[in-house]
């Protein structure tokens, strides 16, 4: 099996699973009791918090441990816009968790303002600048896009907001793996992650929020996580996070490098064995624009249209494991969202590939992937 999805979600590393698993076997308490094994766990739980704190140059009370990006982004844009009456400044090309909360508060008659992307589908400072305007409340904008892997110019916006005092909620899921979160310096006020996505757990994640920010909570319950968070904490998933955060700063800069290195060869070899039109959606890994390790590339129709899930299904038959450019909302198979706020047609968005490369993927593994892309795209193009 050749598996280029690590967008979705990437295996556990070796040494998140170790360090998890004495939490999934003897070391079961819970750290809200005042007992010794509790104690334990709770020491456990506060020193991991101090290693993800250290890992993007926060401090540790100002990470909240949660059940992953979806409820941080929840938790952080709606308390972003209970302190404030303005409105919600955000963009076409989030993921579902930020614009289903942005639909939502529409329906309570907040306003919703959506940035306009540049016709490669970036967002630019200039266009935050403009849709933030008067009366902005709150930004929400991701950090690396998880469809195109392209990214926001986050220091630069974190720097607007400042100056205007709206505060920024940043989704840095995709971002943390290859590039530099440091929050140490300006940076978003609220930002989220999840395990899941470095190598790590499932079913956890954390929300940053800056010190001095107006915080209120979703999750009600316990006094756990600073009474910010009820629910008693996910204890092994606390552990493997910040293993995988840990790692993660460690091996950047050799993960970035081979990442970006297979990223080029598929592109090349892309281009090479097609015969017919390509067109790729995430910058060019030398442009250093975005994240390397997503690879989105479109076949617009030659004499009629490819069918997007067909695409996929012909790539899974030979054990081709990667993402399309279209998603069944409600039973109907739509093309991306995402895609189509950058302009792209609808038929070479619903024909769209989402490669995305790991830290195991091997140059053999990049040329059989395109191998079969090409060949498969012939065939469907006949
Ligand atoms: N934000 C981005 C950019 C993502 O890629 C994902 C994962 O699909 C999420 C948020 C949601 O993460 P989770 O499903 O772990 O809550």
Known sequence: MIYLDHAATTPLHPRVLEAMAPYLKDA?????????????????????????????????????????????????????????????????????????????????????????????????????????????????????????????????????????????????????????????????????????????????????????????????????????????????????????????????DSRREHVAALHVRARNALRQALDGPVVFHSPDPERQTGSPHILSVGFPPVRRAIDGEMLLLNLDVEGIYLSGGSACTSGAVEPSHVLRAMGVERETAEATLRISFGTQNTEEEVDRAVEAIAAVVRRLRN
């Open 28 to 252: 079961y308490g819970n750290p809200s009791s005042v007992h010794t094994p509790g104690r334990r766990i709770r020491f456990a739980v506060d020193e991991s918090r101090e290693r993800v704190a250290a890992a993007l140059g926060a401090e540790p009370g100002e990470i909240i441990f949660t059940s992953g990006a979806t409820e941080s982004i929840n938790t952080g844009i709606r308390s972003a816009l209970v302190a404030s009456e303005g409105v919600l400044v955000t963009s076409g090309l989030e993921h579902k968790a930020v614009l289903r909360v942005a639909e939502y508060l529409e329906t309570k008659r907040r306003a919703v303002r959506y940035v306009t992307p540049t016709s490669d589908g970036d967002i630019t400072l200039e266009a935050v600048e403009d849709a933030a305007g008067a009366g902005a409340g709150a930004v929400a904008l991701m950090w690396v896009n998880n469809e195109t892997g392209r990214a926001t110019p986050v220091r630069a916006v974190s720097g607007f907001c400042r100056s205007r005092k709206i505060p920024f909620y940043c989704d840095a899921v995709q971002a943390v793996l290859l590039m530099d979160v440091n929050l140490a310096e300006a940076g978003p006020d609220m930002l989220s992650l999840s395990a899941h996505k470095l190598y790590g757990p499932k079913g956890v994640g954390l929300l940053y929020v800056r010190g001095g920010t107006d915080f209120t909570p979703l999750i009600r319950g316990g006094a756990q996580e600073r009474n910010r968070r009820g629910g008693t904490e996910n204890v092994p998933g606390i552990i493997g996070f910040a293993e995988a955060l840990a790692l993660a700063v460690e091996e950047r």
